[in-house]
């Protein structure tokens, strides 16, 4: 007979075994499903932190950059000395100087938070070691810190090293054959460009004029437009066409090959139809446009002239230094010009002013950027590779001629035959470039003053303001020039838009002095001399030198200018039938042409152009560069927070 108290104990003991493993079981899985949320929870908080970290350094880059644009007032600068705003006044906490620094604990802004993801318990930015000056841009190595709790008590943090360049870059507006600040007018079936043009504000395409390239407008807020491009269309040719045609001067349009990222440079490869790319609307990609950088600051190009390696120099008929008073031998006088006048006479408006006039035997020679402390008037044959500066304006006078010009017979694509060592010649003025003899009473006629001071052609716009090191008003950059109206803090800051309009400064006048001479028949009056005195009533297309200066040299119309011509504010006067080999950047646009008018883009402007000459060796006009990250990493929290 079975013991049934035996059975019973039996499966007492089994039950309670099965029950204690049960439970193991379910302990052990409670554990790991809560360890499991722990980590998850400790991966989403890690997750939350890096992303807070990311933004902070994001936040804290873009505030640096505004600022440091700022600081530069968005100037064209050269030399190393500009990146002194990161190193002079940097700590663990914050850059800059001068007025414009940057605390990086107020610029952040907290991250909302939610119940699943409590607050922040430290989001902070530091700088472990002063920024870096790498020759060419500064850099600054962020190290940013994110910390939180979770919900269960554990303590998350990260930190994220990340090392970004701040500098100045060449400026986007040379990729363009045109390019006006303000307002764009391609009027006339008699005008081509090869290359792209382009408006910050509405673009006129009115009369077929040719573009064989795209045509670009953009959102303007300054103004108040939306950048359309207006009064019809464009027209272009067959690439068979373009092939085929010499455009101007023989072998100077650029070739087909392609020049840009976004892909709006005729490129045969994405090209499918035989025509070239059509005239494109992107203002709705290109909102604020493209920033001109203001001439400003000239003594940042004399010093970097000045520097060992650079020896800029500017001359005729072999004479390699500025002055011809001084010896070449002392490094301060190169790339400055302080000499007299063409008047003579130091006391007049003409000192420092400069005229230059090349041929074909005995060429104006450049090599880098050289300042000038008044105007420039020029014409003739340049060599060599430069820019030159003026204080005030430029006046073109005549033909301008590569002695030694690129050439491009090869219109399908470029190749680098040596056109990266052909002569480059920049005209770069604080005030205007003026074309044509402007002392003439026939000059400024009624076409030409229309363009000079009725919209839409110039209309008002903002100039550049010099600060103190508190970021406070101090000058107008150009009101030594009379923009917007000389020493005068409480005007406006936008210049009224006539060119025609005295600006405040005075000019050289002459007076002829004659005498007499007898012919064979009777007496007569001969011109022996001019005297020159100063003249107020000076006009903002003026030039200072005394007039037979500029007639004298402007007898005949100008038919090719070889040179990228940019400026503060005005580009105007009249030419013949014309051909301009570069690149036309200016704020207004006012030419006036007879016949027809070519304007041939330079593609060695290009940076991805295989004859790039965009360098500093050239010194054309830079801007303040977007900052580029140079790596990124998540580090070990090994610094402390102060």
């Known amino acids: 007979m079975t013991d049934r108290r035996s059975s019973s104990g039996f499966v007492l003991v089994f039950s309670l075994v099965l029950a204690f493993c049960a439970g193991m079981i379910l302990a052990g899985t409670l554990g790991y499903v809560s360890y499991a949320a722990r980590q998850s929870a400790v991966a989403a908080a890690r997750s939350s932190c890096r992303l807070a970290a990311m933004s902070a350094i994001e936040k804290v880059k873009e505030d640096v950059y505004l600022a440091f644009k700022k600081r530069m007032g968005n100037k064209s600068v050269l030399g190393t000395h500009v990146y002194d705003w990161f190193t002079t006044g940097w700590s663990a906490t914050g850059v800059g100087s001068d007025g ?25 930015v530091r700088l472990r070691s002063a920024p870096v000056n790498d020759g060419n841009r500064a850099q600054v190595t962020f190290f940013a810190t994110a910390s939180r709790v979770t919900g269960s008590g554990t303590p998350v943090s990260v930190t994220i090293a990340e090392r970004v360049a701040f500098g100045v870059d060449r400026s986007k507006v040379f ?33 077929s004029p040719k573009v064989n390239g795209n045509v670009y407008a953009a959102v303007n807020r300054e103004l108040g437009v939306w950048g359309d491009i207006k009064n019809g269309t464009g027209t272009m040719d067959s690439k068979s066409t373009y092939r085929s045609t010499q455009y101007g001067t023989s072998n100077r349009a650029r070739p087909l090959q392609k020049m840009s990222d976004d892909g709006g440079y005729n490129a045969p490869d994405t090209v499918t139809s035989d025509v070239l790319t059509a005239p494109t609307r992107l203002n709705g990609n290109l909102a604020e446009g493209l920033d001109m950088p203001w001439i400003s600051g000239l003594n940042d190009y004399i010093n970097y002239g000045q520097e060992p390696e650079m020896q800029s120099t500017l001359s005729q008929g072999g004479v390699y230094y500025i002055d011809n ?55 003739g044959y340049v060599t060599g590779q430069g820019t030159i500066y003026s204080s005030r304006n430029i006046h073109i006078v005549g033909d301008i001629k590569y002695v030694n010009p690129p050439n491009w017979a090869n219109k399908e694509a470029a190749s680098n035959n040596g056109n990266s060592t052909k002569d480059l010649l920049c005209l770069a003025a604080r005030g205007n470039i003026v074309m044509g003899d402007c002392t003439s009473s026939s000059w400024l006629d009624s076409t030409l003053k229309k363009v000079l001071t009725q919209a839409p052609y110039v209309q008002p716009y903002e100039c550049a303001k010099e600060t103190d090191e508190n ?27 006539n060119y025609t309009a005295a600006d405040g400064g005075n000019k050289v006048a002459q007076e002829p002095v004659y005498r007499q001479e007898w012919n064979g028949r009777r007496w007569q ?66 030419m006036i042409f007879s016949g027809k008018l070519y304007l041939n883009w330079d593609y060695r402007l290009y940076s991805g152009s295989p004859e790039n000459v965009m360098n500093q060796l050239v010194g054309m006009p830079l801007g303040t560069g977007r900052p580029i990250v140079q790596f990124w990493q998540e580090v070990p929290d090994v610094w402390s927070a102060d």
């Open 325 to 379: 008073r001084l010896s070449n031998k002392n490094r301060e006088n190169y790339g400055y010009y302080q000499g007299t006048g063409p008047s003579g006479d130091a006391s007049l408006p003409d000192n420092y002013a400069l005229v230059l006039e090349g041929t074909q035997s005995n060429p104006i020679h450049i090599h880098g950027p050289v300042v000038v402390s008044n105007d420039v008037v020029i014409k």
């Open 175 to 207: 990729d363009y054959a045109y390019f006006v600040n303000n307002y764009g007018w391609f009027e006339g079936s008699t005008i081509t460009a090869n290359g792209d043009v382009r408006a910050n504000g509405d673009m006129s395409l009115s009369q």
């Open 100 to 124: 414009f620094r940057v605390d990086f604990d107020t610029a952040l802004v907290p991250l909302r938070t939610n119940d699943k993801f409590p607050a922040l318990t430290d989001l902070r």
């Open 471 to 497: 970021g406070h008003w101090k000058a107008w950059s150009d009101g030594d020039i009379g923009y917007p109206k000389t020493d005068d803090p409480s005007s406006s800051d936008r210049f009224a838009g």
């Open 525 to 590: 009056n001969v011109l022996d001399h001019y005297e020159y005195k100063s003249a107020t009533g000076r006009r903002y297309y003026d030039s200072v030198v005394p007039p037979n200066e500029i007639a004298d040299r402007a007898k005949t119309a100008i038919t090719q200018i070889d040179a990228v011509l940019y400026n503060n504010h005005g580009i105007f006067g009249k030419l013949g039938q014309c051909t301009i080999n570069g690149s036309l950047v200016c704020r207004n646009e006012g």
